[in-house]
């Protein structure tokens, strides 16, 4: 039973956990972390993100404003895909009908000029329309219904010009589940310096060759903000452990909080520094040159890191955050402060580190 009540919570979306919200279908994509204090900004309306608590990943919402209350999130209602097809003939658009015969109907648009005349609806009209209550559909329809030009379109170009419409006046929101594979590609898409321009199949390759399955232990070396360590986490699923080393100062790990990974996945990610695997086969006093040496290389390689680090990080406040502004700031997500996830990567035990020395990682 609680194996099947977790499985359920994990289709769910509860307060606290990470989604990331696909707005007008990829245009904008966000990282939010829900509670009943989160807002999110669409436009000019800032709308919370209570309603999405306690709804199945992959929801779509419809923003809903109107002037006697503020603008909130409403699951969206689709009203079925258009029957009539069109085929091309003679190089216009012969429609047919339901059962498959033509209507003897022809649409081009090469009649048609795009001169800012067609729509006898005003901007003073819509904003009459809003403060009257009226939703975003409704005032769709009353652009269709005030075009001169609508009903002379191939159903094509009316399909357009409604979603066009429809990314203004009522955007819709999907709720995506963040996983290694939709992080990466929402990083990869508006952001890809952080994540250092690493594509989702070259990280499916990445833990392919590596051979990462569940009971292994496995040495990472992550510079990409967390990526590719959450990403063998979520593989192992709680068992083994995920080792992050480093060469000087430790690499953010910020990601990691956005998998929403559980307790037990979390304890299982430790961090050590290299120098502390390393095993120490000779003292120095029997090969100082030797020691010196490696010292040298040790301290040069310090550096290396430490200015590629430099090149593909950027500061970890940005991380759960819009993905399309470069220059977003945690103040748009007032509640991520609040609620923060279960803190990953502590410091390997030294138990831990004599038994990777002895027996290496698997």
Same mark, same amino acid.
């Given at each position: ?24 279908d ?5 990282f ?33 404003s109107?002037?006697?209350a ?31 015969q033509?209507s ?46 609508f ?17 203004k ?19 990869f ?19 392919s060759?590596?051979?990462? +399955? $569940?009971?292994?232990? #496995?040495?990472? !070396? ?10 063998? =986490?979520? %593989? ?6 995920v ?38 086969k000779e ?31 950027? +500061? $970890?406040?940005?991380? #759960?955050?819009? !993905?399309g ?9 007032? =509640?991520? %402060? ?13 138990e ?11």
């Open positions: 039973m609680s194996s099947e009540n977790n499985n359920n919570k994990s289709r769910m979306t509860w307060e606290g956990c990470s989604v990331l919200l696909d707005i007008n990829g245009d904008r994509l966000v939010a972390r829900l509670s009943p204090a989160a807002k999110l900004k669409i436009g000019n309306k800032n709308c919370s993100l209570q309603p999405l608590i306690g709804c199945p990943f992959g929801t779509v919402f419809q923003l809903d109107s002037s006697d503020a603008a909130f999130l409403s699951p969206f209602q689709s009203k079925g895909s258009v029957n009539n097809t069109e085929e091309i003939k003679d190089g216009q658009f012969q429609v047919e009908s339901k059962d498959g033509p003897g109907e022809s649409k081009d648009n090469r009649s048609l000029i795009d001169n800012n005349t067609a729509q006898s609806l005003t901007g003073e009209d819509i904003e009459d329309m809003r403060r009257q209550g009226a939703k975003g559909n409704e005032i769709i329809e009353a652009l269709i219904a005030n075009s001169a030009t009903d002379k379109k191939t159903s094509f170009s009316q399909e357009k010009y409604r979603l066009k419409k429809q990314k006046y009522a955007p819709k929101v999907l709720i995506r589940r963040p996983v290694a594979r939709s992080i990466c590609e929402a990083y898409k508006k952001y890809p310096l952080k994540i250092g321009f690493l594509r989702v199949d070259t990280l499916s390759l990445l833990l060759m590596a051979n990462v +399955s $569940s009971n292994s232990d #496995i040495l990472v !070396v992550d510079m990409v903000g967390g990526l590719l360590t959450g990403a063998v =986490a979520e %593989r192992l699923g709680g068992t083994g452990f080792c992050n080393s480093y060469l000087g100062q430790a690499p953010s790990m910020d990601i990691v909080r956005i998998f929403n990974l559980s307790d037990e996945i979390c304890k299982r990610i430790v961090r050590t520094s290299v120098s502390d695997l390393l095993s120490q003292s120095p006093e029997q090969n100082p040159k030797h020691d010196v040496g490696s010292l040298e290389s040790q301290s040069n390689d310090q550096m290396n890191a430490s200015v590629s680090m430099e090149e593909i990080s950027h +500061s $970890s406040e940005n991380v #759960i955050s819009d !993905v502004a470069e220059n977003a700031e945690n103040s748009s997500f007032p =509640a991520l %402060r609040a609620c923060k996830a279960i803190k990953a990567g502590e410091k390997a035990s030294q831990m580190i004599d038994s990777w020395k002895e027996n290496g990682f698997s």
